[in-house]
């Protein structure tokens, strides 16, 4: 192709060069000035191609080649950097739009309908555990409860579930400031039981014991005992692993499932740390209420469901710290998040659940038994490997890693709220 300056024809290397410039707007500069040194060459030569011989134009060309070759290989090398930056760079969404996604309660429907259903009487929804107090003989087919359950045996125990499924059921609605009531809610009935004097202060030392297989590596049950108030989850034994995790107990703290299977023997037995510790649980499932009504009446300690505005606090706190998670450490679309966690049973664990309750009874915190490994099983005293998909445990370590390092970040706390001191053990 023939440069012909002289009609104002845009030439061939400046449009190429041009053409690439979007990649690294930096390097038109240099593109232009190759451009016009070319351009200037042709031109220079075919206006004293009459005069010279052709020896000089041949001995500029390999010059020419070597610049611009090495040219070319800069310009594809920095634009394919650039590039590949671009794409290793993490996915991004604002703050506010993950605040609004945590928000919403995907189940919110299925659970106002569940709970209109039970207060009907109706215990036969698919999916939904049943509660063994009730035989087969006093079901109906349908599922709905029968006459013979408003019989005086059966009448009382029915009133009762009703009552508390509507209480646990209007408090669930969004208030941060229900960590400011946990000192009343969890603190107070506690002190009594153990006839400690009424105080609106916290506990001086809080040791939050986890479940995981990496507890069997260290011998912290010293330290763990030494603590005021030891928290242990989900019935977990300590017998054999005194070394390990300790022996002390002053607080139970259970999801509702595993009241489920404790009701299934005679006298509701769910105190392996001894009958009169006391028992914090949330409910996992509006029925499970029924095992809280039976059991609660025959309980030497206290049996204390969390609050269902503390229980909405916490979902809301795990679910941005796992879209967060998702979106930015993943690299996913957010409207992915649902299909790719099963939202209608995505839940926090009962250790994340655990630290918040501490977070508002002690002044301060360690926790320990929180983490995996390799190496390690999943819980200490069982030979479950594998983790529960229905947990985010990912995203549970992000909140700890803030509530330790930058508490301030944290998300739908109340401001009021004095965050303690947290120390985790590995």
Not at 133 to 157: A, E, N, V
Not at 169 to 191: A, E, G, N, T, W
Request: charged share 20%; with cysteine; aromatic share 12%.
């Amino acid at each position: 192709m023939r440069i012909s300056p002289e009609n104002g024809e845009i030439s061939f290397p400046r449009r190429l060069f041009k053409s690439f410039c979007f990649f690294a707007p930096s390097l038109a500069v240099i593109f232009d000035r190759f451009a016009d040194i070319s351009t200037t060459t042709a031109a220079t030569i075919s206006t004293t191609t009459m005069k010279r011989p052709f020896r000089p134009l041949f001995s500029l060309l390999p010059l020419i080649v070597i610049v611009s070759t090495f040219s070319s290989r800069t310009v594809v090398r920095r634009s394919f950097s650039f590039l590949r930056v671009s794409l290793e760079q993490p996915m991004r969404v604002s703050n506010s739009a993950l605040l609004q996604f945590a928000a919403i309660d995907l189940n919110e429907a299925n659970e106002k309908r569940d709970i209109e259903q039970l207060l009907e009487g109706n215990f036969n929804r698919p999916g939904r555990h049943r509660s063994n107090h009730f035989d087969l003989p006093t079901r109906s087919s349908t599922g709905r409860l029968p006459f013979q359950l408003r019989s005086p045996k059966y009448y009382r125990i029915w009133l009762h579930f009703r009552k508390s499924l509507r209480d646990w059921s209007r408090h669930k609605r969004f208030q941060p400031d229900i960590m400011l009531d946990l000192i009343d809610l969890v603190k107070r009935p506690i002190d009594q039981h153990y006839g400690l004097p009424s105080s609106n202060g916290r506990y001086a030392s809080c040791a939050v014991v986890g479940n995981s297989g990496i507890l069997l590596k260290v011998e912290y049950g010293d330290l763990i005992d030494s603590h005021e108030i030891v928290i242990r989850l989900n019935n977990a034994r300590t017998e054999g692993f005194q070394r390990n995790v300790g022996s002390k107990t002053n607080i139970s703290f259970v999801n509702s499932n595993i009241l489920h299977l404790c009701a299934r023997r005679e006298g509701c037995f769910c105190h392996p740390y001894g009958e009169k510790v006391p028992i914090v649980m949330y409910i996992c499932q509006a029925v499970h209420l029924i095992d809280y009504t039976i059991c609660n009446s025959s309980h030497k300690a206290p049996l204390l469901i969390t609050d269902a505005r503390f229980d909405l606090l916490c979902a809301r706190i795990v679910k941005y710290y796992s879209a967060k998670h998702f979106v930015e450490e993943m690299g996913k679309p957010l409207d992915e998040w649902a299909s790719a966690h099963d939202s209608h049973l995505f839940h926090y664990s009962s250790g994340m659940q655990a630290i918040m309750l501490a977070l508002g009874i002690c002044d301060r915190i360690s926790i320990f038994g929180f983490g995996k490994s390799a190496q390690a099983k999943h819980h200490y005293h069982t030979n479950q490997k594998a983790e529960l998909h229905l947990h985010d445990y990912e995203a549970e370590y992000a909140f700890y890693h803030d509530l330790i390092q930058r508490p301030e970040v944290i998300p739908f706390l109340s401001d009021k709220l004095k965050v303690p001191s947290v120390v985790i053990y590995h």
